[in-house]
């Protein structure tokens, strides 16, 4: 098996386990923050509605850095919302961020074709150096920007949900 189609496999399982930590939220629950304590203060993480937006955002840069035509930008208004660095705001009235639906449909589109492009990939166009400069700085070779970007990263913000969920009283996905 060429090593493009292990980082997908792997990649794919990811994307299932993003399935099981959202399949019981709601547009009501989606972008708040929990709470604790008498007095209700808010607890500072990131909940799905960010993690899965910030998550949208990276594909095309992926795809963009390995030279591959895509369909996967997300939509733009996402980039203000979730690029790395941008806060995670409770939503209490469902404004600040788009709909579950939108933002879960921008990451599994995006998501399907990073994961795609990179089961096609030979193991000579893994160990070519990353084109994107700044990416390079992190991820010396396109294997490895795939591999941390398609796994490692991904596994972090679900791996927030997790905790995020039982934060919120719910079960464990």
Not at 18 to 24: A, H
Not at 69 to 92: Q, T
Not at 132 to 159: R, Y
């Amino acid at each position: 098996m060429p090593f493009a189609e292990a980082i997908a496999s792997s990649a794919k399982r990811m994307r299932g386990y993003s399935e099981r930590v959202t399949k019981d939220l709601t547009d009501s629950n989606f972008g708040r923050l929990p709470k604790w304590g008498m007095q209700g203060d808010v607890i500072k993480c990131n909940h799905p509605a960010w993690v899965f937006g910030h998550l949208a955002v990276y594909p095309a840069r992926i795809l963009n850095a390995l030279g591959v035509k895509h369909h996967a930008d997300a939509p733009a208004n996402f980039e203000s919302l979730f690029k790395d660095g941008m806060p995670c705001h409770d939503d209490i009235t469902g404004t600040i961020y788009p709909p579950m639906k939108t933002v879960m449909a921008a990451y599994f589109k995006a998501i399907d074709a990073v994961i795609e492009a990179t089961g096609k990939l030979s193991d000579a166009d893994l160990a070519k150096p990353v084109a994107d400069e700044n990416m390079k700085k992190h991820f010396p070779t396109n294997g490895e920007l795939l591999i941390f970007m398609l796994n490692n990263h991904i596994a972090l913000h679900v791996g927030q949900i997790s905790t995020w969920r039982r934060t919120m009283g719910l079960p464990p996905a």
